[in-house]
């Protein structure tokens, strides 16, 4: 059974960071891509970024966290990881891993596993 648990969501200033983690257990990733995703009040769910397991060095982000977000993962710890920099108000929401076989998608309904979500919030 899949399970992803997010965890390092908080309350920062705007400029602040925060990192979070996405610790995954239940089977072997290398063959996944692991999206983060973000909802904010009101909102549908957004892309924020993927990580291929299988190579770290394929990534992708959102235009709106580009240069700003990174993903990475640590495959002895099984977890993968979003450091967001330079935060503002608008990054707010509550932020999810997910989990997909597909290669390369930015749509949540690719996605069949989630974690519970995190809660971002940035202060102005």
């Known amino acids: 059974q899949v399970q992803l648990v997010e965890s390092g969501g908080g309350l920062v200033q705007a400029g602040g960071s925060l990192r979070l983690s996405c610790a995954a257990s239940g089977r072997t990733f290398s063959r996944y891509t692991m999206g983060w995703f973000r909802q904010a009040p009101g909102k549908e769910r957004e892309f924020v970024g993927y990580?291929?397991?299988?190579?770290?060095?394929?990534?992708n982000y959102a235009d709106s966290v580009k240069g700003r977000f990174t993903i990475s993962r640590d495959n002895a710890k099984n977890t993968v990881y979003l450091q967001m920099n330079s935060l503002i108000p608008e990054d707010t929401g509550v932020y999810y891993c997910a989990a997909s076989t597909y290669t390369l998608t930015m749509k949540p309904e690719r996605y069949p596993y989630w974690g519970q979500g995190t809660q971002v919030t940035v202060s102005s």
């Open positions: 990580i291929i397991w299988s190579d770290s060095s394929s990534t």
